[in-house]
């Protein structure tokens, strides 16, 4: 593993956490930072997916829809 794909690995893992944790403002711009460190299209689009999440639920969260 190579020191890009590792600092990936760290930020994707404190974006989760974040997640989790419900900060998603944040959570969303980690995810993002973590899109920018893959060269692996699927991670690419899982952190996408996962900054547009999460920036969804800082503006709009679910309520029982």
Known sequence: IDEK???HKKVAEKAAETERNGDYEKAARY???ASL???KSAE???CNASSQFCQRMATRPFTGE
């Open 31 to 33: 995810w993002t930072k």
């Open 37 to 39: 460190l893959t060269a």
């Open 44 to 46: 690419f689009n899982w």
């Open 5 to 7: 794909e590792q600092k």
